[in-house]
C-alpha cells in the first residue's frame, strides 16, 4: 500500500490570504514522521516509513510512505505548529494520491486547535474522503487505544493526484 501527501497550503478563503504553503523542495518543512504500534511495545512511537522525494505533483518533492502487511499500524505525519493570525474561516488544501487496500488501510488529516486533542477533520467542499475503515475487526487494539473502525478514510486508487480542501472552521 502506498501514499503520497503533495503540497499543502493553509489559506482564508474570504480573502485568499495564504497562512502556509509547503512545496517540499528545499527541505522537509519540518514535518515530523512516526510509526504507532498500538499492539507491541504497549503503544510506543518508532520513525515512521514516511520520506520525502520527488513523488509529488509533476515530480515536485511531497511527503510519502510505502506501506506492507501486518499491523495494525499508524504512520502519523505531522505538521510544525501553524500559527492563524486574526479570527475568521481557515481551509486546508492539499494535493494527495492513494493506492491503498480499501477499507482496510486508509489515510484521515486530524487536526489540533491550540494544543488540544487531536480531532478528524471531516468537512470537505472538494474531494472528502472516499471510504470508510471496516468495522468487522477490532484491529487487536488492546483495551484502552481507541480503535479506528468507522472512520471515514481516503483509501484506494485514487487514480492520481487529487486536490482536496477541508474546512478548518
Given at each position: 500500500?502506498?501514499?503520497t501527501?503533495?503540497?499543502?497550503?493553509?489559506?482564508q478563503?474570504?480573502?485568499?490570504?495564504s497562512?502556509?504553503?509547503e512545496d517540499f523542495?528545499?527541505?522537509?518543512?519540518?514535518?515530523?514522521?512516526?510509526?504507532f504500534?498500538p499492539?507491541?511495545?504497549?503503544g510506543?512511537?518508532?520513525?515512521g516509513?514516511?520520506v520525502?522525494g520527488?513523488n509529488?505533483?509533476?515530480s515536485t518533492n511531497?511527503?510519502s510512505?510505502?506501506?506492507?502487511?501486518g499491523?495494525?499500524?499508524?504512520?502519523h505525519?505531522?505538521s510544525?505548529?501553524?500559527?492563524v493570525?486574526?479570527?475568521?474561516?481557515?481551509?486546508?488544501e492539499?494535493?494527495?494520491?492513494?493506492l491503498?487496500?480499501?477499507?482496510w488501510?486508509g489515510?484521515?488529516?486530524?487536526?489540533?486547535?491550540?494544543g488540544?486533542?487531536?480531532?478528524?477533520?471531516?468537512?470537505f467542499?472538494?474531494?472528502?474522503y472516499n471510504?470508510?475503515?471496516?468495522?468487522s475487526?477490532s484491529?487487536?487494539?488492546p483495551?484502552?487505544i481507541?480503535?479506528m473502525v468507522?472512520?471515514a478514510?481516503?483509501?484506494?486508487?485514487s487514480?492520481?493526484?487529487?486536490?482536496?480542501v477541508?474546512?478548518?472552521?
Open positions: 500500500a502506498a501514499s501527501l503533495g503540497l499543502a497550503c493553509l489559506a478563503p474570504a480573502s485568499a490570504a497562512i502556509h504553503v523542495n528545499s527541505n522537509d518543512g519540518g514535518y515530523v514522521a512516526a510509526l504500534d499492539i507491541s511495545a504497549g510506543a512511537a518508532a520513525s516509513p514516511w520525502v520527488p509529488g505533483v509533476g511531497a511527503w510512505a510505502i506501506g506492507g502487511e499491523g495494525p499500524y499508524e504512520h505525519l505531522t510544525p505548529v501553524i500559527t493570525p486574526g479570527n475568521g474561516s481557515v481551509s486546508l492539499f494535493d494527495h494520491k492513494t491503498l487496500e480499501g477499507a488501510d489515510g484521515v488529516i486530524m487536526t489540533s486547535v491550540n488540544a486533542a487531536f480531532k478528524q477533520l471531516t468537512d467542499s472538494e474531494n472528502g471510504d470508510t475503515m471496516q468495522s475487526n484491529w487487536e487494539y483495551e484502552g481507541d480503535s468507522g472512520l478514510m481516503f483509501s484506494g486508487d487514480g492520481g493526484f487529487v486536490h482536496s477541508g474546512d478548518l472552521g
